[in-house]
């Protein structure tokens, strides 16, 4: 297995992407550690993990809240001793024009993704640059790391923030063992996503099956949305990639929607 005996702790893992990251990491031989805001969701997530033989761990984490990541960090350390793998993928998203964005909504969009990222990161260099061996850090970006689209402007502007993220830290953290990468998936059929499916079709006047086809999909080589296993796998390999060869990259899983 790819990643016997690595601790990871993943952001917004719950559900969705975050769920699917950590499911495969278990698979692969990791204890992870399952963060999110709602407790109750980290738990039932990381009882699934352990009921199909994995190794997991629930932990409340607000990544928008400083004392609180550090405090879940803590946690898993106190736990399990290190962290090998640190996941920023917790997000939100808010679909409006931006002539009538207001700068709470700016604010709490880029607040989660980017603010987010970055105690999750401080929290992450801390731990890994005392422990024998560094560590990888992985940042769920977006094809909107790579393109804009309307009516998504935070989420645009903190998903390419991103990407100069993963750099910073490729740079500092060569010295300590630390590699950084982003991914960047295509549309998924998360709850994030299936809630923006009819925002769309009311903030741009079209159908719902319109906003699937003519927008979400349109530029894709086959019209079909990126899985969580796909996701999961990148994941994985990125995470049980054993040189700094690969650090300081963006992987866009996308099915050719964007091409690098």
């Given amino acids: 297995m790819r990643m016997t005996d690595k601790i990871a702790l993943i952001t917004g893992a719950a559900g969705g992407i975050g769920l699917a990251i950590a499911q495969g990491f278990a698979r692969e031989g990791a204890k992870v550690a399952i963060s999110d805001l709602d407790l109750d969701a980290a738990e039932r997530a990381a009882a699934g993990i352990r009921d199909a033989g994995g190794e997991a761990m629930a932990v409340a984490i607000d990544v928008t809240d400083e004392a609180a990541v550090d405090t879940g960090f803590a946690k898993v350390v106190d736990a399990w001793g290190r962290i090998d793998v640190a996941v920023a993928n917790a997000g939100i998203q808010h679909i409006e024009a931006l002539d009538k964005l207001s700068l709470a909504n700016w604010r709490k ?6 603010d987010g990222a970055f105690l999750t990161t401080r929290a992450s260099l801390r731990q890994m640059y005392q422990q ?4 990888c850090i992985l940042y769920i970006g977006s094809v909107h790391s790579k393109l ?10 903190a998903k390419h923030g991103l990407l ?3 750099r910073a830290v490729a740079k500092e953290g060569a010295a300590h063992g630390v590699s950084a990468n982003v991914i960047c998936p295509g549309f998924v ?3 994030l ?11 741009l006047g079209i159908s719902e099956e ?4 003519d927008v979400m999909l349109k530029d894709t080589v086959d ?14 390999n990125l995470a049980a990639f054993p040189t700094a060869a690969l650090t300081g990259q963006s992987v866009v899983v996308s099915h050719g929607w964007y091409m690098q």
């Fill in 109 to 114: 969009v880029t607040g989660v993704h980017l």
């Fill in 132 to 135: 024998h061996g560094g560590g």
């Fill in 148 to 157: 804009a689209s309307p009516l998504k402007a935070p989420y645009v502007a």
């Fill in 164 to 166: 100069g993220l993963c």
């Fill in 189 to 191: 059929r998360t709850p």
């Fill in 193 to 203: 996503v299936e809630k923006q499916i009819p925002e769309q079709a009311r903030e």
């Fill in 210 to 213: 319109e906003v699937i086809r």
């Fill in 223 to 236: 019209q079909e949305f990126t899985t969580l296993e796909d996701i999961s796998e990148v994941a994985v």
